[in-house]
């Protein structure tokens, strides 16, 4: 009989939680660090509200409509934080849920392929649920 050698815990939570070895050990990518940033103004307005966004973006998208859509989502979910990743459709987006205090909420996220990886595509989907009402 033949025993496999136990997977090392990063190995494991590559292996069955979807993450990279680097995503395991805490290394954030680009695309985590934005996600991260725009969490922080759905959570609570910061100065620099365009800041994490690239030229693209701005150019379609002015800061009173982001600050306006920013507020209704901290208004409507209260304080929120990433729940699941999943790809996107290229390496540089990826479909996110964010765990609120009054429900999920889907989004899509994209950042630029190369430095300094601002966001250039952020698009709210569909709210799920009600909690902590």
């Known amino acids: ?3 496999l050698k ?3 815990f990063l190995g494991l939570a590559a292996c069955c939680f979807g993450l990279s ?3 395991a050990q805490g290394l954030k990518t680009p695309l985590q660090q934005r996600l991260a ?13 365009m800041a994490p966004f690239a030229p693209v973006f701005r150019e379609q998208v002015s ?3 982001l600050g306006a859509l920013l507020t209704d989502l901290r208004t409507r ?8 990743l999943a790809p996107g459709s290229t390496p540089s987006s990826a479909s996110v849920l964010l765990r609120c205090e009054r429900g999920i909420q889907a989004l899509d996220l994209s950042v ?12 709210v989907r569909q709210r799920y649920g009600e909690l902590g009402e």
């Open 1 to 3: 009989m033949r025993l």
């Open 6 to 8: 136990p997977l090392p």
């Open 21 to 23: 070895p680097a995503q």
């Open 37 to 49: 940033e725009l969490v922080s103004r759905i959570n609570q307005p910061q100065p620099e509200l």
């Open 63 to 65: 800061a009173s409509s």
């Open 77 to 84: 979910l209260g304080p929120c934080r990433p729940l699941a």
């Open 112 to 123: 630029e392929a190369e430095a300094p990886h601002r966001i250039n595509g952020f698009f």
